[in-house]
């Protein structure tokens, strides 16, 4: 696979309502569909929407592993928010980590209420990079809101990341399971963002 590696540790997190969940679910299916053993666990903050979600995707070349990612073993993360990809990093990832993370945050009632306070994007910024190897900032809930819908943001993240070519997945292969998804205009659409997501980390 991309990374070299039996295995491939691949954590989506977000907030409820961002599509990480389906997301997680596309891109599991597409692997299988390739003769990966494919496990997914996901673990939820608050159970409406805008809170916490978390999805690990763990994929293996020779056989089935836990749901669950263990603490530190993490070798990408997808934030589709930024506070939420900075806290799945912080326990899930190491030195080695890769991370993509959206730049449009999400603010909690807590903070929209005063009674927290959302860090600076600088302090986010500084955290992601000091936690992990490298850090690519998408800005796909802006793009996805010229597209005509925030909630594309989920499959521009994704065409992001199978552009980096660290998964064991081709956008070409990818492109065939949405097929197998989604029908005429919803398809197009799916598609359009995730070739936004690709041009987005093109050199």
């Not at 749901?67 to 506070?83: F, T, Y």
């Not at 080695?96 to 994007?121: A, F, H, K, M």
């Amino acid at each position: 696979m991309a990374t070299k590696k039996e295995t491939c540790n691949l954590i989506i997190t977000g907030v409820g309502g961002q599509g990480n969940v389906l997301s997680s679910q596309l891109i599991g299916q597409a692997l299988v569909g390739k003769g990966y053993f494919v496990t997914i666990g996901e673990t939820y903050g608050a159970s409406q929407r805008g809170g916490s979600v978390m999805s690990h995707i763990r994929i293996s070349s020779r056989k089935q592993l836990s749901p669950l990612i263990p603490r530190g073993k993490a070798d990408i993360v997808v934030g589709l928010e930024p506070v939420e990809a900075l806290r799945v990093l912080t326990v899930y990832g190491n030195s080695q980590t890769v991370v993509l993370s959206n730049t449009r945050p999400i603010y909690p009632v807590d903070v929209t209420s005063g009674d927290e306070r959302y860090p600076e994007p600088e302090e986010i910024r500084k955290a992601l990079k000091d936690l992990s190897r490298k850090v690519y900032y998408i800005a796909a809930t802006d793009k996805a809101m010229e597209m005509g819908s925030s909630i594309l943001g989920n499959m521009i993240m994704v065409g992001a990341l199978l552009e980096l070519n660290l998964l064991p997945l081709s956008p070409a292969e990818f492109r065939e399971t949405l097929g197998r998804n989604f029908k005429e205009a919803r398809l197009e659409t799916n598609l359009r963002a995730l070739e936004e997501g690709r041009r987005t980390v093109r050199a």
